[in-house]
């Protein structure tokens, strides 16, 4: 029986490390995990296959593609993000913005599409944000707008686009919300936060258990559904 296989896209640091780290901690689980920068310092975990990827760089993508021949579940985890004003924001940065945290995510899911239908778990997980929640951003709950939550709303579009499309071949498609956590770029949203390891923990379980009836919808870290 072939282990319960898991890509992580963008595991340098924060939420993608402490996943990876979590993941293969676990004897049925074979975990594969993607880095910008192959020369970048991080922890280079036993039985991990780590490959390089990098979400504003296409040909990257399709590079790591065909060293991953199948896949039960994606998870994509790499984005940028400040705290920053849409009006004070030039369209070069809009572009980063974009590129990174909805086209790259886009080039990924569309590369690896066939390892995913390789297995029959076929089960896509963005990391997302509920500053990319409408009703969250008219009720002045998220301390992050501008760019960030455009290209956040954008992204949640795109996974239920994805959704929409791949239900009818048993796929299960998830923005998430991974909540306050304390990693890099929570801190320049002023700190605090839930320590990485528990944060992780607690998305690790949602997904887990997250069904094909819940495809579509918009969960946080807990379960919970988020509105749009």
């Known amino acids: 029986m072939e282990p319960h296989t898991t890509l992580v896209i963008g595991a340098s640091r924060g939420i993608g490390k402490e996943l990876v780290r979590q993941l293969s901690s676990i004897p049925s689980e074979h975990v594969i995990a993607t880095?910008?920068?192959s020369s970048s310092p991080t922890t280079n975990l036993q039985d991990v296959q780590y490959l390089t990827l990098d979400l504003q760089n296409p040909q990257s993508i399709l590079n790591a593609a065909t060293k991953v021949p199948s896949i039960d579940t994606l998870i994509?985890?790499?984005?940028?993000?400040d705290n920053e004003r849409l009006v004070s924001t030039n369209?070069?940065?809009m572009e980063e913005y974009m590129s990174t945290n909805v086209l790259g995510p886009l080039r990924v899911v569309q590369a690896f599409l066939p390892a995913l239908k390789a297995r029959k778990t076929r089960k896509i997980i963005l990391i997302s944000s509920y500053c990319g929640s409408f009703s969250i951003q008219n009720a002045g709950l998220c301390g992050w707008g501008g760019p960030y939550a455009v290209s956040k709303a954008?992204?949640?579009m795109l996974a239920v686009q994805l959704?929409?499309?791949l239900r009818p071949e048993g796929?299960?498609?998830v923005p998430l919300h991974p909540g306050n956590v304390a990693t890099d770029m929570g801190n320049i949203g002023g700190g605090g936060g839930t320590p990485v390891c528990e944060?992780?923990?607690n998305i690790l379980r949602t997904i887990g258990g997250i069904t094909l009836e819940e495809s579509g919808g918009f969960l946080s870290y807990d379960?919970?559904?988020i509105p749009w």
């Open 154 to 156: 954008a992204a949640n």
């Open 35 to 37: 880095i910008r920068d």
């Open 199 to 201: 944060a992780v923990g």
């Open 171 to 173: 796929f299960t498609v």
């Open 163 to 165: 959704h929409r499309e």
């Open 76 to 81: 994509i985890n790499g984005a940028i993000g």
């Open 91 to 93: 369209t070069q940065r």
């Open 223 to 225: 379960g919970e559904v």
